[in-house]
């Protein structure tokens, strides 16, 4: 079992920036792929990063491309997501996923992650 807390959430007005961390517990953190999801009211829950379980591999939604940044610090446990010039479009709630499964192309898919965590809000205001 992995559980997953995310954290840095919040409001932030139009073209600002945010990072949002992923700790991670239950499970040796290098053995495990990451992801980023997002739900805004009334939509399904999109993709918008992942990165493998080294860190060496990174894909990007195309609405992430060039203004997000995926991380992973293995000895600190902990993925991030620096989120800059966001838009109003960017606000949902934001989760972290995690798999511990061996993916030849990281998945894109919220079905192939295993472990969720509960979500943070971020908020982009005009």
């Known amino acids: 079992q992995v559980q997953l807390v995310e954290s840095g959430g919040g409001l932030v007005q139009n073209g600002g920036s945010l990072r949002l961390s992923c700790a991670a517990s239950?499970?040796?953190?290098?053995?495990?792929?990451m992801g980023w999801f997002r739900q805004a009211p009334g939509k399904e829950r999109e993709f918008v990063a992942a990165?493998?379980?080294?860190?060496?591999?990174?894909v990007y939604a195309d609405s992430s491309k060039g203004r997000f940044t995926v991380s992973k610090d293995n000895a600190k446990n902990t993925a991030y997501l620096q989120m800059n010039s966001l838009e109003l479009e960017d606000t949902a709630v934001y989760y972290c996923?995690?798999?511990?499964?061996?993916?030849?192309?990281?998945?894109?898919?919220?079905?192939?992650?295993?472990?969720w965590g509960q979500g943070t809000q971020v908020i982009v205001s005009s």
């Open positions: 239950g499970r040796t953190f290098s053995t495990i792929s």
């Open positions: 990165i493998s379980r080294s860190g060496t591999t990174i």
């Open positions: 996923a995690a798999s511990g499964r061996t993916m030849t192309i990281l998945s894109r898919s919220p079905r192939g992650y295993e472990y």
